[in-house]
């Protein structure tokens, strides 16, 4: 239970030489509501304000300030409705994430606040960007979901401000917002490499963000392209260090199937080949492509079998390990 909620409306009464300050307190443990969310939000309140702070606190712990244009109140089903709102909430380890977009609600009770129109949630590292933002202060949970024209995005940040991941998909579900993101639908994403030289680009239906791990998990319909390599699997892993800062690994399961396209000089047209594996694992500071399954490539008229084989991304070599001999084709 919220224990109060502070409201202080501004009311400029001589234009840059007077502001007068007053404060409303509510407290929040009568009302008991029945009906779902959604119709709860629909009728605007009848009290309204213009400008105004507003502090949330439970247990004497502030969870959630902001500032508005605009403040409308009903207080009876206890729901604030803003326009332009920004400010900051708070999760249970007292961490303070940054919000803002053009109207939001906040449902006391149920302690969920409700951000639209261009709604944004980050911190100094990465920010969630959608048509609609849900988030549950008590559960520390979020949803950001998209519309028909816009897609939810989550766009993470090194040191320097570049980006360097970019995520897009139909809807994102997060909890303190980048410790374990989970995003489902239609996803696609970007990778760009330190050096800002080189990029992954990888799509999916499902992808799990662990900021621990430094790690991306993708499932079904998986596709990964490089600058010469393109691939299908049924699931696929993007390891990095340094909060998403650098991709160091990159792993593919299950049916992979990689096309690589090589062009060198003096050969007309590319050299095309094509590779199907059970695993595959990619080192990208090495360019090598490590395939296992025990895997297959076609090059031409050419197939080549072995326990392992090695691609490399900017060269003709291939590398073919046996149980009893190895060698490199070129």
């Known amino acids: 239970m919220l224990s109060s909620v502070k409201i202080i409306p ?44 507003i502090y949330v606190q439970k247990e004497s712990k502030k969870i959630l300030a902001l500032t508005c244009d605009a403040l409308a109140i009903d207080e009876v089903k206890i729901i604030y409705s803003f326009q332009e709102p920004k400010g900051s909430f708070f999760n249970s380890a007292s961490q303070e994430f ?3 977009s053009r109207k939001a609600k906040f449902l006391a009770q149920e302690e969920k606040l409700y951000l639209y129109d261009k709604a944004r949630v980050y911190d100094e590292m990465m920010e969630v960007l959608a048509p609609q933002i849900h988030y549950h202060l008590k559960r520390n949970m979020g949803l950001a979901v998209r519309d028909k024209k816009i897609l939810s995005r989550t766009v993470y940040y090194d040191e320097k401000k570049r980006k360097n991941l970019e995520i897009e998909g139909d809807r994102v579900y997060f909890g303190n917002i980048a410790k374990n993101i989970y995003y489902k639908g239609n996803l696609k994403g970007i990778v760009i490499s330190q050096d800002r030289k080189s990029t992954i680009k990888f799509r999916a239906q499902k992808l799990f963000v662990h900021e621990r791990k430094n790690r991306l998990k993708l499932k079904e319909q998986v596709s990964l392209e490089t600058s010469k390599i393109k691939s299908e699997s049924e699931e696929g892993i993007i390891l990095f260090k340094n909060r998403f800062s650098v991709a160091e690994r990159y792993y593919l399961l299950k049916r992979v199937k990689l096309i690589q396209t090589y062009e060198e000089e003096g050969r007309k047209g590319p050299l095309i080949r094509t590779a199907y594996a059970e695993f595959v694992k990619g080192v990208l500071e090495d360019e090598r492509i490590e395939l296992y399954g025990p895997p297959r490539v076609e090059q031409q008229k050419d197939v080549i079998l072995g326990n392992s084989i090695f691609l490399y991304e900017n060269s003709s070599v291939i590398e073919v390990y046996e149980t009893t001999s190895e060698f490199s084709i070129q």
Request: proline share 4%; no cysteine.
């Open 98 to 100: 940054f919000f803002a």
């Open 10 to 53: 501004f009311f400029f009464i001589i234009p840059l030489l007077l502001l007068n300050f007053f404060a409303l307190f509510y407290r929040l443990n009568s009302a008991t509501l029945s009906s779902s969310d959604e119709e709860r939000t629909k009728e605007l309140p009848a009290s309204h304000l213009g400008k105004a702070i």
